[in-house]
Nanobody, 126 residues
Framework: QVQLVESGGGLVEAGASLTLSCAAS????????MGWFRQAPGKEREFAAA????????YYADSVKGRFTISRDNAKNMVYLQMNSLKPEDTAVYYC???????????????????WGQGTQVTVSS
Protein backbone atom coordinates (compact mmCIF):
# COMPACT_ATOMS: atom_id res chain seq x y z
CA GLN A 1 0.00 0.00 0.00
CA VAL A 2 1.21 3.47 -0.92
CA GLN A 3 -0.24 6.57 0.71
CA LEU A 4 -0.09 9.82 -1.22
CA VAL A 5 -0.65 13.28 0.22
CA GLU A 6 -0.73 16.37 -1.98
CA SER A 7 -0.08 19.92 -0.85
CA GLY A 8 0.66 23.34 -2.29
CA GLY A 9 -2.65 24.24 -3.88
CA GLY A 10 -4.24 27.63 -3.50
CA LEU A 11 -5.82 30.68 -5.10
CA VAL A 12 -3.65 32.64 -7.52
CA GLU A 13 -4.09 35.15 -10.30
CA ALA A 14 -3.63 34.29 -13.95
CA GLY A 15 0.03 34.27 -14.91
CA ALA A 16 1.21 33.23 -11.47
CA SER A 17 3.11 30.10 -10.49
CA LEU A 18 2.46 27.35 -7.99
CA THR A 19 4.34 24.22 -7.01
CA LEU A 20 2.38 21.18 -5.92
CA SER A 21 4.02 18.51 -3.80
CA CYS A 22 3.10 14.88 -3.30
CA ALA A 23 4.51 12.92 -0.38
CA ALA A 24 4.50 9.14 -0.67
CA SER A 25 4.66 6.76 2.25
CA UNK A 26 3.98 3.12 2.96
CA UNK A 27 5.52 0.40 0.90
CA UNK A 28 8.50 1.09 -1.28
CA UNK A 29 8.25 3.96 -3.69
CA UNK A 30 10.62 2.12 -5.95
CA UNK A 31 9.55 1.41 -9.49
CA UNK A 32 6.38 3.49 -9.45
CA UNK A 33 5.52 5.84 -12.24
CA MET A 34 4.03 8.98 -10.75
CA GLY A 35 1.36 11.07 -12.38
CA TRP A 36 -0.56 14.26 -11.82
CA PHE A 37 -4.18 14.39 -12.89
CA ARG A 38 -6.73 17.13 -12.50
CA GLN A 39 -10.49 17.39 -12.37
CA ALA A 40 -12.46 20.56 -12.94
CA PRO A 41 -16.08 20.91 -11.76
CA GLY A 42 -18.42 19.02 -14.05
CA LYS A 43 -15.58 17.48 -16.03
CA GLU A 44 -13.83 14.14 -16.11
CA ARG A 45 -10.47 13.64 -14.50
CA GLU A 46 -7.74 14.36 -17.01
CA PHE A 47 -4.06 13.59 -17.29
CA ALA A 48 -1.62 16.44 -16.74
CA ALA A 49 1.86 14.96 -16.38
CA ALA A 50 3.74 11.77 -15.51
CA UNK A 51 7.29 10.80 -14.72
CA UNK A 52 8.95 7.40 -14.76
CA UNK A 53 10.77 5.93 -11.75
CA UNK A 54 14.16 6.78 -13.20
CA UNK A 55 13.05 10.36 -13.78
CA UNK A 56 14.67 10.07 -17.19
CA UNK A 57 11.38 10.57 -18.96
CA UNK A 58 8.52 12.97 -18.34
CA TYR A 59 5.29 13.29 -20.26
CA TYR A 60 2.77 16.10 -20.47
CA ALA A 61 -0.69 16.78 -21.73
CA ASP A 62 -0.67 19.23 -24.62
CA SER A 63 -2.66 21.68 -22.50
CA VAL A 64 0.17 22.05 -19.97
CA LYS A 65 3.26 21.36 -22.07
CA GLY A 66 5.77 24.17 -21.80
CA ARG A 67 4.16 25.54 -18.64
CA PHE A 68 4.22 22.63 -16.17
CA THR A 69 7.23 20.61 -15.06
CA ILE A 70 7.01 17.33 -13.17
CA SER A 71 9.92 16.12 -11.09
CA ARG A 72 10.63 13.60 -8.37
CA ASP A 73 13.06 13.01 -5.55
CA ASN A 74 13.13 9.28 -4.92
CA ALA A 75 15.34 9.63 -1.87
CA LYS A 76 12.66 11.74 -0.23
CA ASN A 77 9.67 9.92 -1.75
CA MET A 78 8.44 13.19 -3.20
CA VAL A 79 6.93 14.24 -6.51
CA TYR A 80 6.46 17.84 -7.60
CA LEU A 81 4.49 19.72 -10.21
CA GLN A 82 5.84 23.17 -10.98
CA MET A 83 3.09 25.17 -12.67
CA ASN A 84 3.95 28.41 -14.43
CA SER A 85 1.88 30.88 -16.43
CA LEU A 86 -1.30 29.59 -14.86
CA LYS A 87 -4.57 30.16 -16.66
CA PRO A 88 -8.15 30.18 -15.36
CA GLU A 89 -8.72 26.94 -17.27
CA ASP A 90 -6.10 25.28 -15.03
CA THR A 91 -8.55 25.58 -12.14
CA ALA A 92 -9.18 22.07 -10.81
CA VAL A 93 -8.53 19.64 -8.04
CA TYR A 94 -5.10 18.18 -8.68
CA TYR A 95 -4.43 14.57 -7.78
CA CYS A 96 -1.17 12.68 -7.38
CA UNK A 97 -1.21 9.05 -8.50
CA UNK A 98 1.18 6.09 -8.48
CA UNK A 99 1.21 3.19 -10.87
CA UNK A 100 3.41 0.18 -11.56
CA UNK A 101 4.57 -1.20 -14.88
CA UNK A 102 2.92 1.48 -16.94
CA UNK A 103 3.83 1.60 -20.58
CA UNK A 104 4.15 4.89 -22.38
CA UNK A 105 0.73 4.62 -23.96
CA UNK A 106 -0.78 3.86 -20.53
CA UNK A 107 0.39 7.00 -18.77
CA UNK A 108 -2.71 9.06 -19.49
CA UNK A 109 -5.14 6.38 -18.32
CA UNK A 110 -6.27 7.12 -14.78
CA UNK A 111 -7.76 3.66 -14.30
CA UNK A 112 -4.30 2.09 -14.56
CA UNK A 113 -2.87 3.94 -11.58
CA UNK A 114 -2.95 1.95 -8.35
CA UNK A 115 -2.88 4.64 -5.68
CA TRP A 116 -4.30 8.15 -5.41
CA GLY A 117 -4.02 11.09 -3.08
CA GLN A 118 -6.96 13.08 -1.77
CA GLY A 119 -6.32 16.03 -4.07
CA THR A 120 -5.45 19.70 -3.64
CA GLN A 121 -7.47 22.60 -5.02
CA VAL A 122 -5.91 25.01 -7.47
CA THR A 123 -7.95 28.07 -8.37
CA VAL A 124 -6.73 30.58 -10.94
CA SER A 125 -8.58 33.88 -11.14
CA SER A 126 -8.69 35.98 -14.29
Amino acid sequence: QVQLVESGGGLVEAGASLTLSCAASGRTFSGYTMGWFRQAPGKEREFAAAIKWSASSAYYADSVKGRFTISRDNAKNMVYLQMNSLKPEDTAVYYCAAGLSLLMHDLTRATLYNYWGQGTQVTVSS
